[in-house]
């Protein structure tokens, strides 16, 4: 019923940029807020970005602040994640997630929806 696929990962040097896009299936996106994590290995998964249903607010977290912007279109069902001034500590498979219920949320637990993961690797 809900599937989300994310794609745009790949490799990058340091000091680069890449945008991440997130297909969502449906008739109800614009109903959901949507949000952007990251897992590295060995590490757990973290909150990266969020965005209202009407694209209005968005919150992101400390660690990227300034350099990564998430943003939607909801005509098309799609959620974007424009990564900037990449470190290698950005490096992690990035999963686009759905929260149907609320509002803007950093807690992976409130996401209901979640994609396959697309990798990112940044060399330095």
């Known amino acids: 019923q809900v599937q989300l696929v994310e794609s745009g990962g790949g490799l990058v040097q340091a000091g680069g940029s890449l945008r991440l896009s997130c297909a969502a299936s449906g008739r109800t996106f614009s109903s959901w807020v949507m949000g952007w994590f990251r897992q590295a290995p060995g590490k757990e998964r973290e909150f990266v970005a969020t965005i209202s249903r009407n694209g209005d607010s968005t919150y992101t977290s400390s660690s990227v602040k300034g350099r990564f912007v998430i943003s939607r279109d909801n005509a098309k069902n799609m959620v974007y994640l424009q990564m900037n001034s990449l470190k290698p500590e950005d490096s992690a498979v990035y999963y686009c997630?759905?929260?149907?219920?609320?509002?803007?949320?950093?807690?992976?637990?409130?996401?209901?929806?979640w994609g396959q993961g697309t990798q990112v690797t940044v060399s330095s």
């Open positions: 997630a759905a929260h149907p219920s609320g509002g803007l949320t950093a807690l992976t637990w409130e996401y209901d929806y």
